[in-house]
């Protein structure tokens, strides 16, 4: 029962991160929800995340974001046909 109560504890601590991150993202982020919180499973899963999308609907704002709120530096890789 005592490891039951822990693992809950731990779980509520977890969770309260994961929205305190998301809403430090939406400061920047408007509208997108739904990526904010795929983001957030991926990083909270030690996993990577693959964003792809037309120009303009905030990408690097979204990974800048997310860099920032997790306390780390931000550098962008262009990966295009040309280069």
């Known amino acids: 029962m005592n490891d039951t109560l822990h693992v809950v504890e ?9 929205l305190e991150f998301e809403r430090e993202i939406q400061k920047a982020v408007l509208g997108q929800a739904r990526v904010i919180r795929l983001v957030t499973i991926c990083i909270f899963a030690r996993g990577h995340v693959l964003i ?3 120009v303009g609907v905030g990408k ?6 997310a ?7 931000f550098a962008r890789v262009e990966g295009t046909v040309d280069m």
């Open 10 to 18: 731990k779980l509520t601590e977890w969770r309260a991160r994961a």
């Open 52 to 54: 792809e999308g037309d």
């Open 60 to 65: 690097t704002t979204l990974l800048r974001s």
């Open 67 to 73: 860099s920032r709120a997790l306390g780390g530096d």
